[in-house]
């Protein structure tokens, strides 16, 4: 597999190896959902950015979710 990505994913060797880095990387946006709530509870950020970001996070994991599935799928 080549591997056009850069950052913590760009060493895998194996689509085994990356689709575990998408599960790693899917597994932090449901962090940062949690950190959201947390901030619209303490009133930093209103309930419409964190409807956006809500939404934002969830095409991403989607996203993921279906690349990763591609990856696993291929065998």
């Known amino acids: 597999m080549i591997n056009y990505f850069t950052g913590q994913g760009s060493a895998s060797f194996s689509d085994k190896e990356f689709a575990q880095f ?3 990387s899917r597994r932090s ?3 940062c959902f ?3 709530v947390i901030l619209n509870e303490s009133d930093i950020i209103t309930n419409v950015i964190l409807e956006e970001q809500k939404e934002e996070l969830d095409h991403l994991s989607r996203r993921i979710t279906n690349f990763r599935r591609t990856l696993i799928d291929k065998k």
């Open 22 to 24: 998408l599960n790693i």
């Open 29 to 31: 946006l449901f962090e």
């Open 34 to 36: 949690n950190i959201l």
